[in-house]
């Protein structure tokens, strides 16, 4: 007589913003079918399942090294017959922020950007258009229902785990490059240098085992947020004395 057991394995993604009912109702369901499944949780924030880690083992995926993504990038480069420079496959790793998704992500976008590479070859991040577009959107109009969209746009980029500071330099390029006013332009960069200085000191603070990763990237997002209604907020301002100033002239000539 044979006696076959057969298990199941189930993941879950994103199990840390489930809410704290959901979180024990699979915590109940645990200790009443423990034998029958494998459960898996994956997530970025394992403080918030405190109900689960009496029940489950708690293992941390440390970020790749350099060195392994410089290694699955030159794997990659191998299987699709495309020529990687070390160097290259060097610049890409370090702009990607030790995240290994973006960085291939990167590699794809500055591919199909140019090929072959050249040593001078610009490193794209593969969001171009994306933020190209908030920056579009963020001159042609200002009010809170776009501030709304363009929340949504960024949280996208949070789904991803794309680098803020990647995200916030390349959006403040992109609406210098809208502007042509230099005051505008000027106006722009002090704000950026500003909330720069912002988030930098907010890192150097929050050194430590008490801050997490995802915490400090909330808090960057923050900023880009902030940043982006005070530049809506004064654009539109500035915008709004043109055109009286305008008016007014067409009305002296008259």
Sequence with gaps: MYIIYVTTAIIFYGVDKLSSDAILYIKWLLERYNVCNKIFFCCSDASKLQALKTTCTVVQLLPPSRTEIIKVLKLI????????????????????????????????????KHYPFTEDQVILNGWEDDIANIA????????????????GKLQNLVEHD?????????????????????????????????????????????????????????????????????????????????????NESRNSEI
């Design 136 to 151: 579009k959107n963020m001159i042609e109009e200002q009010g809170p229902k776009l501030l709304y969209i363009i929340r």
């Design 162 to 246: 794309v680098s803020p500071e990647l995200i916030f330099q390349s959006l403040a390029e992109e609406v210098m490059k809208r502007l042509d006013d230099e005051t505008f332009k000027s106006r722009v960069h002090n704000l950026y240098a500003e909330y720069s200085r912002i988030d930098e000191s907010y890192l150097e603070s929050s050194k430590g085992p008490a801050h997490t990763r995802k915490s400090t990237n909330a808090q960057q997002y923050m900023r880009i947020e902030e940043f982006i209604a005070k530049f809506m907020s004064y654009y539109k301002t500035e915008a709004t004395k043109i055109m009286q100033q305008e």
């Design 77 to 112: 480069a191998d299987k699709e017959e495309i020529d990687l420079p070390d160097k290259l496959a060097e610049k890409i790793t370090d702009a990607s922020k030790k995240n290994l998704r973006q960085a291939i992500r990167s590699f794809e976008a500055t591919w199909l």
